[in-house]
């Protein structure tokens, strides 16, 4: 059974940083590309980023580039994602999402995580 | 960047069909998928590759994707089926969702 275990949300203050963490089971974690999709408080849902099965391809949304980094660790099949110099539309529940085994136009995310809560706020 | 469209609300009566849109330019080239989600749920698959349905999806679940416009349409519609369907695209290395549609059965 697929498993993805969202870690290490809570409130930071703007300017601040976090890392959320991934665990993944049930499944050959390295033969697939991972993502991360947030969503605002009554808000529709929103791609941030994603890293291929190797980790040598990712994408950034526009609205986190040069303050999010995604990575992952194969060996111990875990996904993160930090996320610097935090603002307030930043806060949202940020899900873990399994996406298919090839990177690009098939991009299907058929397993997520319960989501963690990122409050950014003073 | 490319955007997805969906209108933001539908509504159905038990039993009736139910067709919601998604809209981008060429949609039809690429592949769309969609997913549901109730209340302080995470979302779930219910249409991938344009028409596909993952196991465990009821049959009522079906799509299509052609031209500029990708439809979901839920035949037979019950009242668990009330949620939230959110489109999603791949384009330019970047995963695209269009804005969400509330479905109401009433």
């Known amino acids: 059974e697929v498993q993805l275990l969202e870690s290490g949300g809570g409130l930071v203050q703007p300017g601040g940083s976090l890392r959320l963490s991934c665990a993944a089971s049930g499944f050959t974690f390295s033969s697939y590309v991972m993502s991360w999709v947030r969503q605002a408080p009554g808000r529709g849902l929103e791609g941030v980023s994603g890293?291929?099965?190797?980790?040598?391809?990712?994408y950034y949304a526009d609205s986190v580039k040069g303050r999010f980094t995604i990575s992952r660790d194969n060996s111990k099949n875990t996904l993160y994602l930090q996320m610097n110099s935090l603002r307030a539309e930043d806060t949202a529940v940020y899900y873990c999402?399994?996406?298919?085994?090839?990177?690009?136009?098939?991009?299907?995310?058929?397993?997520w995580g319960q989501g963690t809560l990122v409050t950014v706020s003073s | 960047s490319y955007e997805l469209t969906q209108p933001p609300s539908v509504s159905v009566s038990p039993g009736q069909t139910a067709s919601i849109t998604c809209s981008g330019d060429k949609l039809g080239d690429k592949y769309a998928c969609w997913y549901q989600q109730k209340p302080g749920q995470s979302p779930v698959l219910v249409i991938y590759?344009?028409?596909k349905r993952p196991s465990g999806i009821p049959e009522r679940f079906s799509g299509s994707n052609s031209g500029s416009t990708a439809t979901l349409t839920i035949s037979g519609t019950q009242a668990m089926d009330e949620a939230d369907y959110y489109c999603?695209?791949?384009?330019?290395?970047?995963?695209?969702f269009g804005g969400g549609t509330k479905l109401t059965v009433l």
């Open positions: 999402a399994k996406d298919g085994p090839v990177w690009g136009g098939k991009s299907t995310f058929d397993y």
């Open positions: 590759e344009d028409s």
């Open positions: 999603q695209a791949w384009d330019s290395s970047t995963v695209v």
């Open positions: 890293i291929s099965g190797s980790g040598g391809s990712t």
